[in-house]
Every structure is written in C-alpha cells, then in structure tokens.
C-alpha cells in the first residue's frame, strides 16, 4: 500500500528503504499515512551560481500540510511552483547564512506571498543581520506584507532550541563557514507506543473512542467503574522523526550534533574528495566528509546536495558512489525530486 500510494517520492524508513515507481502523491494527502510523515523536496540543488539544470540552495519540507522553507537561493519562488507547493501553508523559513546562494530569493518569495493574498504568520529563523537585509529591500522598494513576519535572529548565544511546540522543535548549531552560519534539525516529539490491543480487550476496554483515548494518553472509566489508564495498553514511547539540514560547512562539532540519531540528513557535498583541499578553503565538504558524518552520527539516510556549478549531473554518479564507500545509504538529490521519510515502526 504505501509503494502505491506514495508512488512519486523515494520512501525512506527506519527500518528498510523502498523506492517506488512514480504514481501521484495527493491521492493520500488526508491519511494516516500523510500524518505521520516527512516529506522533503529539493527546489535547488546548486552552490554559488545556478546552472542550466540546477538551482541554487532551496529545501522545503512538509509536516502534517505545514512547510518548512530552508534556504531561499534566487529562484525559489519559481521551484516553489513547480513542485506543486500551496503559498499559505509556508509558515517556517530557516536561513544558515547571509550568503546570496541561500538568502537572495526571499524578498521576492515573500512579496509574492503578499500578492496571493496570504494572511498566515510566518517565523523567519536567520543569522543577525537577516532584520536589516528585509527592512532593507522593504524600505528600498516600498513594499509592505499584508500578514505577519516574525523575524527571530541568531547568534552565538542563541539557545539551541529555536522554536518548539508539543508536536515538534526546531534546534540549531554553529556549523564552521566564512561566515557565520546555523545548521538546523527538525525533532518530532516521541510518539505513543504500540496500542496493545489483547491487553485492551482482556482489561474490557470496547472497540470504540475509549480505545482513541486511551491512545491519546488520556484515562478512561469503563462502564462497571474501573479506571484503565494509557500505560496499561499501550507499549514505550517511540521517537519521532528526524531531519537534519547541515549546509555550507567544513566537518565540524555542530554538524555533528545535529546530524546523531537523524533519519535524514541533508548536507553539504560541494565538491568530490580530489579537491579537499579546495573545499576546505572555501568553507565547504565533500561527498566523502558527508558521508563520514552521516556514518558517524548513525544516520539512516543521506541525501547530498549543494553541488559546485563545475560539476554536471552526469559526475553526480561518481559523487555517490564516493559516499557510498564509506556510508551505503546515500543518494544525490536533484532539482524537485521528492523523498518521503516515514517511521517504521
């Protein structure tokens, strides 16, 4: 069901990784299986300056119809349509840093949320500096935005949790760039564990709501006065998703820390080992540092990206296989392809 279903993407799970033939993905869009789900699309795939068939640093990522924006290279608006997204559902943007390959195409995304007619808040996430750069562009070209921009700025003393609900957080690290720049990883909170269902129906919990409730973490009373509580039917906590988002950085302490126990992580792969020493300075890794890191933090899957506009897609291949030496689970990600990152257990 779920190759069928989610036919359009790579599925990438904990457990076992399946890809599937393309059928569309909206025939699920209200599931359960879309609840519980990560879904991440690459708008831009490129480093520095965008090529033919590459444009620069752009990754959404869906939630539960949330999307989660991180980078905004020129040219994202654009990708942004192609793939399909929905503009009043962007409610969080993360920028690592104030380089133009991931910062120049936000003045233009946003007014042009303005023009559709959105009314959400949006929480903009960005080095400091990232106030300025909109007061700027809104001050320069007379423009004003007809929701609310939340700008919330970073900076070595930032606490690591940047924004956090019940469902989910948001936490960052200092990676190790020219500039100062912030890696990102998208936590959900643990899930509730299996829903023992012989241990309900020896306890005479009925088929029915109780059993919604009780899988909610709430506590019932049946009929005849017992009060059945959730640990009694359901197993351990199971933890949540994790993506991580490490870009434009040397190997490093906070790329580490983000990427430990990641289910995805997305990361910088500029350059092919031969050039280390170029990569190194400039700021950058390689497809080997990638996967060094992603085998490190025991990664399930790992999607490189950020490629230098001196390589074309047919050196791509070689790029994999160079992870895949040291980390057999990679891939390279391309312009709009879309990956599907779902628990499997």
């Not at 940047?162 to 500039?179: A, D, K, M, N």
Request: proline share 6%.
């Amino acid at each position: 069901m779920l190759q069928l279903l989610l036919g359009s993407a790579h599925l990438i799970g904990r457990e076992a990784l399946k890809y599937c033939t393309k059928i569309p993905l909206p025939i699920c869009r209200d599931s359960l299986i879309i609840h519980l789900m990560l879904e991440i699309i690459f708008l831009g795939t490129g480093a520095a300056a965008p090529i033919n068939d590459r444009n620069l640093s752009g990754t959404a990522v869906i939630r539960q119809g949330e999307v989660f924006l991180f980078d905004c290279g020129e040219g994202t608006q654009i990708q942004f349509r192609k793939a399909g997204l929905r503009p009043g559902r962007l409610r969080y943007i993360f920028i690592s840093h104030l380089h133009g390959d991931h910062l120049f195409g936000l003045p233009g995304l946003l007014t042009s949320l303005h023009m559709a007619g959105c009314h959400q808040q949006i929480e903009l996430f960005g080095p400091v500096g990232i106030a300025e750069y909109m007061r700027l562009h809104q001050q320069l070209c007379q423009f004003t935005l007809n929701y609310s921009l939340q700008v919330h700025e970073i900076s070595e003393t930032t606490p690591a949790v940047l924004w956090q609900t019940t469902e989910f957080h948001v936490e960052w690290q200092p990676l190790s760039h020219r500039i100062f720049t912030a890696g990102y990883a998208l936590v959900e909170a643990a899930r509730p564990g299996r829903f023992d269902v012989a241990r309900a129906d020896q306890l005479g919990v009925p088929n029915g709501p109780e059993r919604g409730r009780l899988q909610r973490g709430e506590s019932i009373i049946l009929p005849d006065g017992r009060r059945v509580h959730p640990e009694e039917v359901l197993g351990s906590p199971r933890p949540g998703l994790k993506m991580a988002y490490c870009l434009d950085t040397v190997p490093c302490a906070g790329a580490e820390k983000l990427a430990a126990n990641a289910d995805v992580l997305i990361t910088d792969s500029t350059f092919p080992h031969v050039d280390a020493e170029h990569a190194h300075a400039t700021g950058h890794s390689t497809a080997a540092h990638a996967a060094q890191l992603a085998h490190k933090g025991g990664v399930q899957k790992l999607l490189l990206t950020h490629f230098s506009g001196r390589l074309t897609q047919d050196d791509l291949p070689a790029l994999v296989a160079e992870a895949r030496a040291i980390f057999p689970n990679s891939e390279a990600a391309t312009d709009l392809a879309r990956f599907v990152v779902m628990p499997q257990d």
